[in-house]
């Protein structure tokens, strides 16, 4: 657990690097807003990385295996990429600062890809709900590591006055911590390799000559030639998207009543940061006593109840002690969620593709952080506070509806349709990939495209083509389901 916590640690450390607090580094030097806005593009690595995630997956590094070969490559280019991005100067090299900063992410969403997979296969599935916890623990500390602290090593009003390449070789120094966990971790045992052949028939078995075309598609392949892959997107897709939809306008909304910045950004950045740790290591902790099935539901119906904590607030005059009591509230009932659906993914990916396949399911979860929350605005405007949060409760009820085939989810798929899949399947994948790809690179595409494209457009045309997937993907289950 002391190790899941570390590469939690080491998985959230760059994030806030190549977000809020370099966006205070590029405000320091006077770089406009319009410009600093754009460098939120650079996250797009992201939400794609499944792409070459089945890459790690089936190739081999030449020291400490598969899994921790990869993880300590990762980290020794992250800390190099850091290093490099503390030497430049947001005046004199913007390019080059936006290049090094792309690079961060693009090294960090990998060595997220090894991360997940490392600790789903050094833990017992009885322990992947503590674990869940543990690592979120370490990735929230991290982020306040990288965000609050270096902030602070920066300021030259009220915290140390570090030039901000000081205060990036410091953040890169920390990563040494996860550099030595990966020496001293265990590597997991190597599954036994799958067959297919180039058409996804059973075959030959996996050698190193394998294709590039066959190495990219074979965890893809199967997972969706499970019966119930479909159904397993879908949940994934919309199982928190009731929490999402309830603190998608946290900041307006609280200001709407009447609360001032400062209170807001103190209560939900501490209280609510110590709350979603202390839930979703709590609900780690329950899951050690209760099966996965019973703590998905009851956490389930948990987390779709914090949208009425905020009803309380406009029930009372703008009042510091409440909104701490909801903040936290809130977030500990989330933190629990967050717990139930880890575990979920960690389970439900093949041992022989854990990176590829836990990174698709993460990815999906774009599909309602983008697309899905995305009329938030117009239902407040609409109907009121009030009926807002009622309806995001609601929201739960397609996730618990979906649950009640979780039987069949962990169920093995049978022995004759593994890596058997037709014309229909891989039109279904590639709605699938072709979908969450358009979702994550709309910004970009608005940014450096003709006029007339926006981004929401093209999220909306990939949520179509996911949607259209899901919907073929559904009928096709239910055929393939009887026979």
Known sequence: MLLVLILG???????????????AWLTDAGIALPTISRFALVGIPYTLKFLWAPLLDEC????????????????LCLISSILALGMCSPRDSLVILAIITFLVVFFSATQDIILDALRTEILPESAYGVGAGMYVMGYRIAMLVSGALALHLADATDGVGLPWGTVYWIMA????IGVGALVL???PAAPEQPSMSATGDPARPITPQLSLQERIVLPFIEFFSRPAAISIIGFVTVYKLSTMMATSL??????????????IGTVTKIYGLIATIAGTLSGGALM???????ALWAFGVVQSLAGLSFLLLTAVTPNTLMLIVVITTENFMIGLGVAALSAFMMTICSKQFTGSQFALLSSVTAVSRVVLVSPAGELVAA?????????????????????????????????????SLNWADFSIIGGFIGGLTLIAVGPLVEAIGPEGLSAANIAKVGASLFCGAFVLGFFRGKARTNG
């Open 185 to 187: 971790a265990p590597e």
């Open 250 to 263: 946290t900041v307006t909304f609280l200001m709407t009543l009447g609360y001032s910045k400062t209170e």
């Open 173 to 176: 120094s920390f990563l040494l």
């Open 9 to 23: 640690f080491s998985s959230g450390l760059p994030l806030a690097l190549t977000g809020g607090t370099l966006q």
């Open 383 to 419: 109907w009121g506070w009030p009926a807002f949060y009622l309806f995001s409760v609601a929201l739960a009820l397609p996730g618990l509806l979906l649950l009640t085939q979780f039987d069949a989810w962990i169920a093995p798929p049978p022995e004759e349709s593994a890596h």
């Open 288 to 294: 050690t006593k209760m099966s996965l099935k019973r």
């Open 60 to 75: 081999m590094p030449p020291l400490l295996g598969r899994r921790r070969g990869w993880g300590l490559l990762c980290q």
